[in-house]
């Protein structure tokens, strides 16, 4: 009866945050941003990715990853956007999920691996789909963006850590 | 031994320098791509996404651009918007470009000027 109770709760968890993580990107799909890059965005929906891979492990975090990504593009994106999307949003990952486990960063600086990471993914993505390397050329830009992006979604997340984690688990 | 307080502040110190080298990266990266970029042969100018006109950049004049909303001036081997009639005057404002795949674009007449190489 206690697991059953408990599997209940971390399902429930898990919709949470795969909806939070849903309506931070319908936000930031909204809100505009004054640069001239493509790419360059805040990643709000990573704060959900990052709060479940600290309160409840990599498989969730990687289970809300897709859930996000996925449902986000049938409700709102296109094909094109999803390969964009679920490439970021894996490389991202990924690399989050070994450096969280490496004593070296706090949240904050796996939140910038990840948020660099995610914009990685997206060029190579786009290097793949559009067959030219030119578009190295966002790199640049894109680690700044990426690094700062980080910063704020990794304070951001620690602080929900901090409020909300504890009744997480 | 250490202190939870000195683990932590170990690592926003870590953070804080994975920050800096990455944008550290990204000027040396944005250097690099800069440095390689070869100088440019021609001037190519489209309207509506139209190419209108082609001018070689070893040769310094001044044109009228889309019936006169902008004019472009080459000289020296770099191109630029000398002036608009647009209200920002972005263009004018981007200032002299000379490399391969530089270009300068003003939205308000929808007009862009593109460098290019020899093998374009």
Known sequence: MKMSSSRVKRLATLAVLVSVGMVLSYVEAILPIPVAVPGVKLGLANISTLFALYALGSPAALLVSLLRVSLSALLFGNTVGFLYSLSGALMSLAFMMIFKRLPIFSPVGVSIVGGVMHNAGQIIAAALIMRTAAIAAYLPPLIISGTLAGILVGFASGLLLARVGKYIK | ?120
């Open chain 2, 1 to 120: 031994m250490q202190t939870k307080a000195n683990f932590a502040k170990d690592r926003l110190l870590r953070d804080l320098l994975l920050a800096v080298a990455l944008i550290l990266v990204a000027l040396s990266v944005f250097f690099i791509l800069r440095a390689t970029r070869d100088e440019g042969e021609t001037v190519v100018v489209t309207v509506n996404g139209e190419t209108v006109a082609e001018y070689p950049l070893s040769q310094s004049g001044e044109y009228s651009i889309n019936g006169g909303t902008n004019i472009l001036k080459i000289e020296g081997g770099e191109a630029y918007i000398l002036d608009a009639d647009c209200p920002d005057l972005l263009c004018v404002r981007s200032g002299k470009i000379s490399l391969e795949g530089d270009r300068v674009v003003c939205l308000p007449n929808r007009v862009m000027i593109e460098i290019r190489g020899a093998d374009q």
